[in-house]
Structure formats: C-alpha cells, structure tokens
C-alpha cells in the first residue's frame, strides 16, 4: 500500500471516516455538491484535504475534526502479551496503561518473554511506516545469549544470514559484557520478522536468554522502568512524523575491519530521552500529518 507521504487525504476517505456515511454514500455527497471544504463546494473526486486544518461540511454540517495524535511508549515487562487484549487471559500491554479517550494500539510486536520498549498510537499511517520495510526504521535490542558469539558468528550477522523465511538484512552487532559463560550483546535490525533476534542468533549457535528492545526508530527507551508508559514528546512523534516524509533508502552497512571489531562493539552510546510527565498530551508543533 502506497503511504501518504503529507498530511492531505482524500476528501471522501475523511468523510467516511467520519462515521457519517460509507465511502460510496460521500462520493455521491460530492457529486451532488452537498460538500464544502473552506466554505467552497467541491465536486471533484479525489480532492485532497488536510482534515486537521480544512474546514468540510456535509449537507450545511461540520464534519467533526478527527482526535489528536496519540503517540505513547510503554516498557513492556517479560510474561505480558505485547496486544491490547488476550483470548488466553494472559496479562496484556493495555494492563499497564492508564485509561486514555483516544484508543491506541501497538506497533508491532514483542515476544511475551521479551521487554522493552513498544510505541502506542492512534496514527496509522506512522504505524505502518513504522513496520513497512521500505520505511528501514531499526529497532534495537539488548539480548544476553548463551555462550560468547565469536567473530565469525558477527560477520554473518552482519552481512545477513539465512533464515526458513528467507535472507536477512545486514544487522549491527556490539559486544556488551560478558557474564560468566554468558554474553550480553546489543543487536540493530531494520527488519520485524517473528522472533527474528532469537532466530537470527539460533542461526548462528546461540541460544537467546534475554531480549530486550531499547530503541525503535527515533524512539529510546532511556530510564523509562519497566511496567511504566509515558506520552512523547513534541520531539519524539515529530521524529514519526518525519517518516513519512522521508522514506530511506536501502541502509549502506559498512562492515568494519576485524583489527578494530571489539573496539567498536564495545562503543558506549549516550541513551537519554527528554521525557514529559505521564498523561501529558502531545502538543504538535509541527504541520500535522
Ligand atoms: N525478536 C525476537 O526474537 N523477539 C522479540 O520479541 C523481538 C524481536
């Protein structure tokens, strides 16, 4: 599906939306000239419209303006079902979240034993730019293996290995620490594939023993603990929004020299967020979209 790279969606998908009528009844409101946008009566199909910003009336009434964006970031906790609601009674992401008016619903997935970060929202345009492979957005996770992955294993994580499901893209690998016979590694994908960390490290001989996912797209998880959620910043869901403005090319991953391999993993990064006061609203700075 093709993504709508601005804010302006067609004029008769905002009237359905609206709840007022189906798509085919608001082509016919537009035929029959019963739609003004601006104060002007628009009869051509197709018209784009920015349904934050246009004022549209259906047959001389206001269209409601649709809700605020919504973005919000939970740290999901491991033995939590990363969806709203569970057919098997099992604790859900939605447990952990205080009673919004505007309905959210998370991007992606976690396993239910994994943590970590996982952006909530209303805006499904962001969502799917978020999921879409085009869009190259990476998510990051901190997982601690079995054993030690040697240099060898690294290389293919980087340049892409195969799984049952097909090739895998080039990933980032970094070394963390290392806890007795065990290893905590730090793994960049820009794929969502189902248990692709575990299965990517599987691959390459190492069993998976925690999984946590500190960064998603612009999105870090800082100290937010685990079990909580926060609104984002202005910063943050203009960071999504950007997405869809400008969707990237193929990432050029450069693979670095063996000499300087445990240097570079062993880089500290700062992780930071500004955060706000849960329960704060977005205010949108930017153009909507
Ligand atoms: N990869 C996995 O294997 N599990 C997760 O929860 C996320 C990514």
């Known amino acids: 599906m093709l993504l709508q790279p601005s804010a302006e969606e067609r004029l008769q998908k905002v009237i359905a939306r609206s709840g007022i009528s189906s798509r085919r009844q608001a082509e016919l409101f537009i035929k029959q000239g019963r739609v003004t946008v601006n104060g002007k009566?628009?009869?051509?199909?197709?018209?784009?419209?920015?349904?934050?910003?246009?004022?549209?009336?259906?047959?001389?009434?206001?269209?409601?303006?649709?809700?605020?964006?919504?973005f919000l970031m939970v740290h999901k906790p491991a033995g939590y079902v990363s969806t709203m609601k569970d057919p098997e009674?099992?604790?859900?992401i939605g447990n952990?979240?205080?009673?919004?008016?505007?309905?959210?619903f998370p991007v992606g997935r976690l396993d239910y034993d994994s943590e970590g970060l996982v952006l909530l929202t209303?805006?499904?345009a962001i969502a799917q730019a978020c999921l879409h492979p085009r869009f190259h957005v990476e998510k990051t996770y901190l997982v601690k293996i079995k054993?030690?992955?040697?240099?060898?294993?690294?290389?293919?994580?980087?340049?892409?290995?195969?799984?049952?499901?097909?090739?895998?893209?080039?990933?980032?690998?970094r070394k963390v620490r290392k806890v007795a016979v065990n290893s905590w590694i730090?793994?960049?994908?820009?794929?969502?594939?189902?248990?692709?960390?575990?299965?990517?490290?599987?691959a390459v001989?190492?069993?998976?023993?925690?999984?946590?996912?500190?960064?998603?797209?612009?999105?870090?998880l800082g100290n937010l603990s685990v079990g909580n959620s926060r609104h984002l910043t202005d910063r943050e869901a203009n960071a999504l929004r950007d997405l869809l403005e400008a969707p990237r090319e193929p990432q050029k991953t450069t693979q670095p020299k063996k000499k300087?391999?445990?240097?570079?993993?062993?880089?500290?990064?700062?992780?930071?967020?500004?955060e706000t006061k849960s329960g704060q609203q977005n205010r949108i700075k930017k153009s909507h979209v």
């Open 41 to 70: 009566t628009v009869t051509v199909m197709g018209t784009c419209v920015d349904p934050k910003r246009d004022h549209i009336k259906v047959n001389s009434r206001h269209l409601k303006p649709p809700p605020p964006d919504v």
């Open 89 to 92: 009674g099992r604790p859900t």
């Open 96 to 104: 952990l979240l205080d009673r919004t008016s505007v309905r959210t």
């Open 122 to 124: 209303n805006h499904g």
């Open 147 to 173: 054993g030690q992955l040697s240099d060898d294993a690294i290389t293919q994580l980087e340049h892409g290995l195969t799984l049952d499901d097909g090739p895998t893209a080039p990933a980032r690998v």
């Open 186 to 202: 730090e793994l960049t994908i820009h794929e969502g594939r189902n248990h692709q960390v575990k299965r990517m490290l599987q």
């Open 205 to 220: 001989g190492h069993h998976v023993l925690k999984l946590k996912r500190t960064k998603f797209g612009p999105l870090n």
């Open 260 to 274: 300087a391999l445990w240097a570079k993993r062993t880089k500290k990064r700062s992780t930071r967020p500004h």
